[in-house]
């Protein structure tokens, strides 16, 4: 019989992989009763890793899984949200791009014949725009952080505190229109809050299961917010309360 090991790895790894599970067909999956399913989602909810539902589970949004994890969810939603985002870009800009899997959906749609600065502590984005001929590219170094492959600390910061850019692509955790732009970790807040303090225009491009939710940092407030690009149609009803925050929906 399968262990209570197993199956918790067997749940998790599904669950990244389709973000809402539903308990009858985990027991048929798993070949237990659904009393044992429903104990096994108890545990693990209680320890943080998913959210307990009548009749299954879904993803929480503020799991920190690492960056190959989130590169293999939402991959159309974030291939459209990159194509609406480029929109923003002309030559001769200097942009910002922080670390993320949505953010490297944007550096890799950019077109070759686009001029840019571009500046980033992200290894992934760094590597995608490198061998494009029209992007002059500046990177941050620092301490490495392996989950989401980019770098950290005050080496990383300084080197955004000397530039201003037109344009800052920001990864989103979470995004309330209420409570702000929040995120994990302190680390990673001290640095958007400097790549929003130095540019023009801050775009918050994200999957729409990242509005309404809240994480641990306060990044910025809504309001400051100039674009908010999301999968979405711009009229859908779940972006108007960021629109009455004087966002500009993409």
């Given at each position: 019989?399968?262990?209570?090991?197993?199956r918790?790895?067997?749940?998790?790894?599904?669950?990244?992989?389709?973000?809402?599970?539903?308990?009858?067909?985990?027991?048929?999956?798993?070949?237990?009763?659904?009393?044992?399913?429903?104990?096994?989602?108890?545990?693990?909810?209680?320890?943080?890793?998913?959210?307990?539902?009548?009749?299954?589970?879904?993803?929480?949004?503020?799991?920190?899984?690492?960056?190959?994890?989130?590169?293999?969810?939402?991959?159309?939603?974030?291939?459209?949200?990159?194509?609406?985002?480029?929109?923003l870009?002309?030559?001769?800009?200097?942009?910002?791009?922080?670390?993320?899997?949505?953010?490297?959906?944007?550096?890799?749609?950019?077109?070759?014949?686009?001029?840019?600065t571009?500046?980033?502590?992200?290894?992934?984005?760094?590597?995608?725009l490198?061998?494009?001929?029209?992007?002059?590219?500046?990177?941050?170094?620092?301490?490495?952080?392996?989950?989401?492959?980019?770098?950290?600390?005050?080496?990383?910061?300084?080197?955004?505190?000397?530039?201003?850019?037109?344009?800052?692509?920001?990864?989103?955790?979470?995004?309330?229109?209420?409570?702000?732009?929040?995120?994990?970790?302190r680390?990673?807040?001290?640095?958007?809050?400097?790549?929003?303090?130095?540019?023009?225009?801050?775009?918050?491009?994200?999957?729409?299961?990242?509005?309404?939710?809240?994480?641990?940092f306060?990044?910025?407030?809504?309001?400051?917010?100039?674009?908010?690009?999301?999968?979405?149609?711009?009229?859908?009803?779940?972006?108007?309360?960021?629109?009455?925050?004087?966002?500009?929906?993409?």
């Amino acid at each position: 019989m399968i262990s209570k090991e197993e199956r918790h790895d067997f749940i998790l790894v599904k669950i990244k992989k389709e973000r809402k599970l539903v308990m009858t067909e985990l027991a048929a999956e798993l070949g237990v009763s659904e009393h044992t399913v429903r104990r096994d989602l108890k545990e693990l909810s209680d320890a943080g890793l998913l959210r307990a539902i009548r009749g299954g589970a879904t993803l929480r949004s503020n799991l920190p899984f690492d960056i190959y994890d989130r590169n293999n969810l939402d991959v159309m939603e974030k291939q459209a949200i990159a194509e609406k985002s480029i929109t923003l870009l002309k030559d001769h800009q200097v942009v910002f791009f922080d670390g993320g899997t949505t953010t490297q959906a944007i550096a890799g749609n950019i077109p070759d014949s686009l001029n840019l600065t571009v500046v980033t502590h992200s290894l992934p984005i760094a590597n995608i725009l490198a061998n494009l001929p029209n992007i002059s590219l500046i990177f941050a170094g620092g301490a490495f952080c392996k989950s989401s492959l980019t770098m950290q600390g005050q080496q990383t910061i300084s080197t955004f505190e000397e530039i201003y850019a037109d344009v800052s692509f920001i990864g989103v955790c979470s995004l309330d229109p209420y409570r702000g732009l929040t995120a994990r970790t302190r680390e990673e807040t001290a640095i958007k809050r400097v790549l929003c303090k130095n540019s023009m225009n801050i775009v918050a491009a994200t999957t729409s299961n990242k509005l309404d939710t809240l994480a641990s940092f306060l990044t910025c407030r809504a309001s400051d917010i100039s674009y908010l690009i999301t999968e979405k149609d711009p009229s859908d009803r779940i972006l108007q309360p960021y629109v009455e925050q004087g966002i500009t929906i993409l």
